[in-house]
């Protein structure tokens, strides 16, 4: 018995995306073929691997021993082939999430230096601010700043970002500007939904501890949390080097009383090891990213 590389390939994708139509667009191919490659890959291992319905697609007790399998699989069969084949181009396509900051200021700016060594392959990029299930949406690398909650992501911390406090002058104006924690009693935090209530986090001596407090406004993407903040619907708890791009509109306080540091991190979806194709990104993406990485890390305490 042998199996089709692709056919695993697509079947890995469906398994994650818990949909034919999704992963056929995810691979660039019809969907009638990501299913007939289903079909013969069950068909060769005599299994059924997915219960199909009209709404949803879930993986049946043998899908799922597959499933933990293939990535190993696919991983020795790339390894296999840069071993014999050193010299061939990279190509193919790597779907990266990234936040928007990082993506407009740090590497899109840079992707053409990429694309001028590797002309043969396609950067998907997905710009933005919500942290998604990067396996089931399809990515094949991401960058997360704070803790990383998802398990079957693989990689390392490249570093950590300091963080200020910010107001807008119009909300210091009509709040007042605090002094001590206890004057946060009579203002405002700028509500990321991610936290489960409205808090400002602060160092005590050694202890990072929440005060709750009171918002107006809930946001779920760091774009709309920045831009509450300058809007003057309260106080926001932000990256220092983000801060910094609103040096005329917003203004730091309580600088003595800062957040923990948000680890920076750039991890990929592939298990014990990612394709050549990601590798190649990833080493990339940490050069490109080197200048954010030294300035977000420069006034880490």
Known sequence: MSIDLEALRTFVRVAELRSFTQAAAH?????????????????????QLFQRSTRAVHLTPEGEQLLALAPGL??????????????RAIRGRVRVELPVMVATD????????????????????CASDRVTAARREGFDLVLRIGPVGDE?????RIGVS??????????????????????LSRHLVVHYAADTTPNFEYLDGSVYR???MRACVTVDNFEAYEAACVAG??????????????????????????????????LHTHGRAAPRRVRAVMRW?????????????ADAP
Request: aromatic share 4%.
């Open 27 to 47: 691979l660039g191919m019809p969907r009638a073929r990501a299913s007939a490659q289903v079909q013969r890959l069950e068909a060769s291992l005599g299994t």
């Open 74 to 87: 696919l991983a020795r069969a790339d390894e296999v082939a840069t071993l014999f084949h050193a010299s």
């Open 106 to 125: 740090f590497v899109i700016p840079r992707l053409p230096s990429l694309l001028a060594l590797h002309p043969q392959l396609h950067v998907e990029i």
């Open 152 to 156: 079957g992501l693989v990689g390392r």
């Open 162 to 183: 300091s963080m200020m406090n910010c107001a807008s002058p119009a909300y210091l104006r009509q709040h007042g500007t605090p002094r001590t924690l206890a004057d």
């Open 210 to 212: 929440e005060l709750p």
């Open 233 to 266: 619907l309260g106080i926001a708890q932000l990256p220092r080097q983000g801060g910094a791009r609103y040096a005329d509109a917003l203004v730091e306080v309580l600088p003595e009383y800062v957040a923990r540091p948000a680890p920076i991190s750039l």
């Open 285 to 297: 993406l940490l050069d490109a990213l080197t200048p954010l990485v030294r300035a977000q890390t």
